[in-house]
Nanobody
Framework: QVQLVESGGGLVQAGGSLRLSCAASGSTFNTLPMAWFRQAPGKEREFVAAINWSGRSTFYTDSVKGRFAISRDNAKNTVYLQMDSLKPEDTAVYYC????????????????WGQGTQVTVSS
């Protein structure tokens, strides 16, 4: 069993930056692919970024490429999402997720989810 707790959300002006953190419990963290998803009001949950167990492989949705960066610190059981050049359309609840298989862009592939952290970008 893995428990995930996100933090770092908040209100920021367009063009600003935020760094989200996801702290994981459990001794298997350093074997798990991790991902960030987001869900805006009235919309489906969408993939943002993923990282493999070692951190050497990452993948992003097109809309955040060049602005967001996913990373992990296996010694701290934590995955991060650095978000720069934020836009109002980035406003959403951001969720951290983990699975025991491979990196995926599909939410159904992930077994464990955090409670989410709100990110609001004002124009």
């Amino acid at each position: 069993q893995v428990q995930l707790v996100e933090s770092g959300g908040g209100l920021v002006q367009a063009g600003g930056s935020l760094r989200l953190s996801c702290a994981a419990s459990g001794s298997t963290f350093n074997t798990l692919p991790m991902a960030w998803f987001r869900q805006a009001p009235g919309k489906e949950r969408e993939f943002v970024a993923a990282i493999n167990w070692s951190g050497r492989s990452t993948f992003y949705t097109d809309s955040v490429k060049g602005r967001f960066a996913i990373s992990r610190d296996n010694a701290k059981n934590t995955v991060y999402l650095q978000m720069d050049s934020l836009k109002p359309e980035d406003t959403a609840v951001y969720y951290c997720a983990a699975n025991s298989r491979l990196m995926s862009v599909y939410a159904r592939a992930y077994d464990y989810w955090g409670q989410g952290t709100q990110v609001t970008v004002s124009s």
